[in-house]
């Protein structure tokens, strides 16, 4: 097996499918100016197996390096453990060579299990180690069909009282500047709220969604807007909830276990089976607030991995 770092063209041009969108040439040509420069690199045996791409920044060669999570692109998702096992020795010859450290972080197995199984095997042998495990949290949309049965009784009384606050629920449209400015101005006043940082710009998020599928939700009582969601459709049977929700003031009327409710209602009309709802730690360390409010809506946890070398 060689590796050979391509243009961007050679890369896209490799892969029929790229089985997450962060993964794509599109997504990382948008986000090019976060790094110093792209390595676009394919893994080839007789034929191309694998590729990845690499931002460089202060370094390093990060994977993703404007995402959420990043990792190897495969041809197909029954790729040998030997190509994969290459590859990552490659990797670490491509390290050295270049004196450049390497961090790639992995996405959750929903995504490809079995192949995302083989790479954390692969990553946990080689001399790449494991940097932090964050907990990852996400809804099945079969589950909503049973949905009070999944969550606990706290849970259930919240949903109820949700029910009886005269919510209104409305998905807009994600081509109209002024909805998606609706949605996040609600996303903003949050985030200000609790301290968080708001890490995409309106800006950022009307460029996004030239290249990434997007839906955008809004809850309303009164007439005011109260929460919203923003969603992110990044593989074929999985969306991501970027950002969501609400205002100061709201808190005691659930107006999150309805946003969560009518979100997972949306879907589960679908074919999405996957809402990945994003973790619930950074590097790391958990936020106990976000865990139990994920979990007391019907969330599953899995395992996020990030390896450097």
């Given at each position: 097996m060689e590796l050979s770092r391509v243009s961007a063209k050679e890369y896209k041009n490799s892969f029929d499918v790229v089985f997450h969108v962060f993964n794509t040439v599109e997504f990382s040509e948008l986000n090019s100016d976060k790094c110093e420069s792209l390595h676009y690199l394919l893994f080839i045996d007789k034929k191309v197996r694998l590729g990845i791409v690499l931002g460089e920044r202060e370094n390093m060669l990060l994977s993703p390096f404007s995402a959420p999570f990043g990792g190897f692109t495969f041809v197909k998702s029954n790729t040998r453990l030997e190509y994969l096992e290459k590859a990552v020795k490659l990797l670490e010859d491509y390290a050295s060579k270049t004196g450049f450290l390497i961090k790639i972080s992995l996405p959750p197995s929903i995504y490809a299990?079995?192949?995302?199984?083989?790479?954390?095997?692969?990553?946990?042998?080689?001399?790449?180690?494991?940097?932090?495990?964050?907990?990852?949290?996400?809804?099945?949309?079969?589950?909503?069909?049973?949905?009070?049965?999944?969550?606990?009784?706290?849970?259930?009384?919240?949903?109820?009282n949700s029910f009886k606050q005269g919510f209104g629920f409305e998905k807009l449209n994600s081509?109209?500047?002024?909805?998606?400015?609706?949605?996040?101005?609600?996303?903003?006043?949050?985030?200000?709220?609790?301290?968080?940082?708001?890490?995409?710009?309106?800006?950022?998020?009307?460029?996004?969604i030239k290249v990434i599928k997007a839906d955008f939700f809004i809850l309303t009582h009164n007439a005011k807007d109260v929460a919203a969601a923003q969603v992110f459709h990044v593989a074929a049977d999985v969306v991501q909830v970027i950002y969501w929700g609400?205002?100061?003031?709201?808190?005691?009327?659930?107006?999150?276990?309805?946003?969560?409710?009518?979100?997972?209602?949306?879907?589960?009309?679908?074919?999405?089976?996957?809402?990945?709802?994003?973790?619930?730690?950074?590097?790391?360390?958990?936020?106990?607030?976000?865990?139990?409010?994920?979990?007391?809506?019907?969330?599953s946890v899995s395992l996020k991995y990030t390896f450097s070398l």
């Open positions: 299990p079995s192949f995302i199984a083989k790479e954390i095997g692969i990553f946990e042998r080689s001399r790449f180690g494991v940097q932090h495990i964050d907990l990852n949290y996400q809804f099945e949309t079969r589950d909503f069909f049973s949905y009070e049965e999944c969550i606990d009784r706290s849970a259930r009384k919240n949903l109820h081509e109209s500047i002024t909805d998606v400015e609706r949605v996040y101005d609600v996303i903003r006043v949050n985030r200000e709220s609790k301290g968080y940082p708001l890490r995409m710009s309106l800006q950022n998020v009307l460029n996004t609400d205002v100061p003031g709201y808190t005691e009327l659930r107006a999150m276990n309805y946003l969560a409710y009518k979100v997972f209602e949306y879907y589960a009309a679908s074919k999405i089976r996957w809402i990945d709802i994003g973790p619930s730690s950074e590097n790391g360390i958990p936020n106990y607030g976000l865990c139990e409010f994920k979990e007391n809506i019907g969330c």
